[in-house]
């Protein structure tokens, strides 16, 4: 995905964001006719951290994201850092899995549009965990957490500073969801990535969130995880009880 920061920024938008910030966000607001998602949305993303988005179904996880790259339309500010280049993880793709095309043709597709090598398809397999011989196989007949990978690498193709991740492991069995939780983790530290991610799993976001953006239909939080994943907050933001098991290491 080629992405351009400066159409993000509203015309009204002076302030100079912070160079220590990948992201920042101003009186963010969407709506679909008489429908508020979300209002006055303010929040901002330190370079190489982490934000996990939670909340109810409905909240307005996946539109926020998608404002954010700017395929929908939204008052107030976003604006990304100089230079931002921004990779996207949808967690549904319009793409029926039966059409006959293989992993290989499907990431080849991302390096024509992105203007990268064919040769950059070798690395990105090999930095998601796919084999050769899984990406040669057609998108029908991967696994959920496979595609799931594939998806990740078809991100990484654009050489990304930034990652959106949309639910990434929906579908996947657990050891699946464990293994994909880590390999985004290990790609953060290992190339410096800032992350957004959506997630239900609270256990998750406790684990690998710096901070955490709740939603929901009445108010917004923002903070540490052990601020927001307290059991009155949750609480109020779900409309009942809200339990997550924390891993310590």
């Not at 992105?114 to 899984?134: N, Y």
């Not at 190339?191 to 955490?212: E, P, Q, W």
Request: glycine share 8%; aromatic share 6%.
């Amino acid at each position: 995905m080629r992405f351009n920061a400066d159409r993000m920024e509203t015309a009204t938008a002076t302030k100079l964001m912070s160079a220590e910030n990948a992201l920042e966000t101003s009186h963010l607001s969407v709506r679909f006719g008489d429908n508020r998602v979300f209002t006055d949305l303010s929040f901002s993303v330190a370079k190489g951290s982490s934000l996990g988005i939670i909340g109810p179904n409905g909240a307005g996880k996946t539109v926020l994201l998608r404002a954010l790259i700017g395929s929908l339309p939204f008052k107030g500010t976003v604006r990304w850092s100089a230079g931002v280049r921004i990779g996207y993880v949808p967690q549904k793709l319009d793409l029926e899995r039966d059409i006959p095309i293989t992993g290989v043709d499907f990431l080849r597709a991302r390096t024509a549009v992105a203007h990268k090598s064919i040769t950059d398809i070798s690395s990105v397999e090999a930095l998601v965990g796919i084999p050769r011989q899984v990406a040669q196989q057609t998108i029908g007949t991967m696994s959920g957490g496979q595609f799931q990978r594939l998806l990740i690498a078809f991100a990484l193709v654009g050489d990304p500073s930034v990652l959106l991740l949309d639910e990434p492991t929906a579908g996947v069995d657990e050891p699946g969801q464990e293994r994909l939780n880590e390999l985004v983790r290990r790609l953060q530290k290992d190339r410096g990535l800032t992350v957004l991610f959506i997630s239900h799993d609270l256990s998750v976001v406790y684990r690998f969130a710096d901070n955490v953006l709740c939603l929901s239909r009445t108010q917004t939080c923002f903070g540490r995880p052990r601020q927001i994943l307290t059991p009155d907050l949750l609480r109020e933001i779900y409309g009942g009880e809200v339990s997550y098991h924390v891993h310590e290491h």
